[in-house]
């Protein structure tokens, strides 16, 4: 008889998003004349066209494609060497990066589940709650964690409380933890940390022989200069830290797959017996084993990001959605919601009014408004009370949904 990872069956019911396009398809098929009306702002999925340096870059790679004297079969499962230099050139230039130190892929959200892979059982993991639900979900997955509790907090777990009482940054804990996830910009609570802030956090892995798993998908909606967009910018970063970056928001990418991994050759782990294992040959083993790489045309795409006319097309999309935020962040604090988030990331965080949980909000936002949100609740208990808008829309949504809201809100 084949067993199955048992582990699976700790997962609470559906995975948050697909739970969403559930409850929305449920209440679509029962209301056909409403569902026309669905504005969704729920999932953080880009809904611009791709840049066109990025368009005509890939139709450059399809065209190679065809030709039998420039097709490319198999390449390597790191990346082509262009798009890691482009990478290493235009994103952590003065970092101390390398090339060879860059792992393409085909998406972040991949990528933060599969670094499980490179690390054993027993290790301490710490969480912020709210969380991005992919981190806990792979954990639970690959048996790291006890059963959950009522409120779907899973033992073995050390989760960190992001609050409006700490800006939504987790703050250093007392306890020691072994593996350690910081997402900046925050998703979802759209807080950024401060340099302050991040060098307590290197200071405090390497004091624990720590490494952090820094996510920096959003790293290119940050307008404060003052912010840290990688965890690279923190002196011994190298020595602590693995950083995830994504072409998903910054190009579009979200139908497209592209995104990366940093490990630095100085990065490494224990052995269990003494010995110290450098965690760039281990991932650089596995991507090699369970990937084949991503395709051709999709890294030239990716490469043409860093053009002078990819960089002027992602600045000029990175400003539609910033803009976006803003008319969500200055609608819901007219109303008098708290409001957190969408000033240096596409993610607006906002308090529910008196009585209501977040799924409830999520409820009535759909029935009555025809909005699309996320419940707070998803994303662990902390974020229950919260709800988050996602920026990435159109213009003309986003000003219906600040219609609705506020209509919705004020009555």
């Given at each position: 008889?084949?067993?199955?990872?048992?582990?699976?069956?700790?997962?609470?019911?559906?995975?948050l998003?697909p739970?969403?396009?559930?409850?929305?398809?449920?209440?679509?098929?029962?209301h056909?004349?409403?569902?026309?009306?669905?504005?969704?702002?729920?999932?953080?999925?880009?809904?611009?066209?791709?840049?066109?340096a990025?368009?005509?870059?890939?139709?450059?790679?399809?065209?190679?494609?065809?030709?039998r004297?420039?097709?490319?079969?198999?390449g390597?499962?790191?990346?082509y060497?262009?798009?890691?230099?482009?990478?290493?050139?235009?994103?952590?230039?003065?970092?101390?990066?390398?090339?060879?130190?860059?792992?393409?892929s085909?998406?972040?959200?991949?990528?933060?589940?599969n670094?499980?892979?490179i690390?054993?059982?027993?290790?301490?993991?710490?969480?912020?709650?709210p969380?991005?639900?992919?981190?806990?979900?792979?954990?639970?997955?690959?048996?790291?964690?006890?059963?959950?509790?009522?409120?779907?907090?899973?033992?073995?777990?050390?989760?960190l409380?992001c609050?409006?009482?700490?800006g939504?940054?987790a703050?250093?804990?007392?306890?020691?933890?072994?593996?350690?996830?910081?997402c900046?910009?925050?998703?979802?609570?759209?807080?950024?940390?401060?340099?302050a802030?991040?060098?307590?956090?290197?200071?405090?892995?390497?004091?624990?022989?720590?490494?952090?798993?820094?996510?920096?998908?959003?790293?290119?909606?940050?307008?404060?200069?003052?912010v840290?967009r990688?965890?690279?910018?923190?002196?011994?970063?190298?020595?602590?830290?693995i950083?995830?970056?994504?072409f998903?928001?910054?190009?579009?990418?979200?139908?497209?797959?592209?995104?990366?991994?940093?490990?630095?050759?100085s990065?490494t782990?224990?052995?269990?017996?003494?010995?110290?294992?450098?965690l760039?040959?281990?991932?650089s083993?596995?991507?090699?084993?369970?990937?084949?790489?991503?395709?051709?045309?999709?890294q030239?795409?990716?490469?043409?990001?860093?053009?002078?006319?990819?960089?002027?097309?992602v600045?000029?999309?990175?400003?539609?959605y910033?803009?976006?935020?803003?008319?969500?962040?200055?609608?819901?604090?007219?109303?008098?919601?708290?409001?957190?988030?969408?000033?240096?990331?596409?993610?607006?965080?906002?308090?529910?009014?008196a009585?209501?949980?977040?799924?409830?909000?999520?409820?009535?936002?759909?029935?009555?408004?025809?909005?699309?949100?996320t419940?707070?609740?998803?994303?662990?208990s902390?974020g229950?009370?919260?709800?988050?808008i996602?920026?990435?829309?159109?213009?003309?949504?986003?000003?219906?949904?600040?219609?609705?809201?506020?209509?919705?809100?004020?009555?």
């Open positions: 008889m084949a067993t199955i990872n048992t582990n699976f069956l700790k997962l609470k019911a559906g995975y998003f739970e969403i396009a559930r409850r929305v398809k449920a209440y679509s098929d029962a056909p004349g409403a569902a026309p009306r669905i504005i969704r702002c729920g999932i953080g999925d880009v809904t611009e066209a791709l840049p066109q990025v368009v005509e870059a890939m139709h450059e790679g399809v065209d190679e494609m065809a030709c004297n420039t097709f490319k079969g198999y390597p499962e790191q990346g060497e262009f798009l890691r230099q482009a990478i290493v050139d235009h994103q952590f230039a003065d970092l101390g990066i390398a090339a060879d130190e860059v792992f393409v085909d998406g972040s959200k991949c990528d933060t589940g670094i499980l892979d690390f054993g059982k027993g290790n301490v993991i710490a969480i912020t709650d969380v991005y639900p992919v981190y806990v979900d792979t954990n639970v997955m690959a048996g790291n964690t006890g059963e959950a509790d009522a409120n779907g907090a899973y033992g073995g777990l050390l989760y409380p609050t409006a009482a700490n939504f940054v703050e250093v804990p007392h306890q020691r933890a072994d593996l350690i996830y910081l900046f910009p925050n998703n979802p609570t759209g807080a950024v940390a401060t340099r802030q991040l060098e307590a956090w290197v200071a405090y892995a390497r004091a624990n022989d720590s490494i952090i798993l820094f996510d920096a998908a959003y790293e290119a909606f940050v307008r404060d200069p003052a840290p990688s965890i690279f910018e923190i002196e011994g970063a190298r020595e602590c830290a950083e995830f970056r994504s998903s928001k910054n190009g579009g990418f979200t139908g497209v797959r592209c995104a990366y991994v940093v490990i630095p050759k990065l782990g224990s052995d269990g017996q003494g010995g110290r294992v450098s760039h040959q281990l991932w083993r596995r991507h090699s084993t369970k990937f084949n790489g991503a395709s051709y045309p999709v030239k795409a990716a490469a043409a990001v860093f053009s002078p006319e990819g960089k002027a097309q600045a000029a999309l990175v400003e539609h910033m803009g976006n935020a803003k008319l969500l962040r200055e609608a819901v604090a007219a109303v008098g919601l708290p409001v957190f988030g969408g000033v240096n990331a596409p993610y607006v965080w906002v308090g529910c009014p009585g209501l949980s977040s799924w409830d909000m999520f409820d009535k936002m759909l029935q009555e408004a025809q909005v699309v949100i419940p707070g609740s998803g994303f662990g902390a229950e009370g919260y709800f988050r996602s920026a990435f829309n159109s213009r003309a949504n986003v000003e219906e949904v600040c219609r609705r809201l506020t209509a919705l809100v004020s009555a």
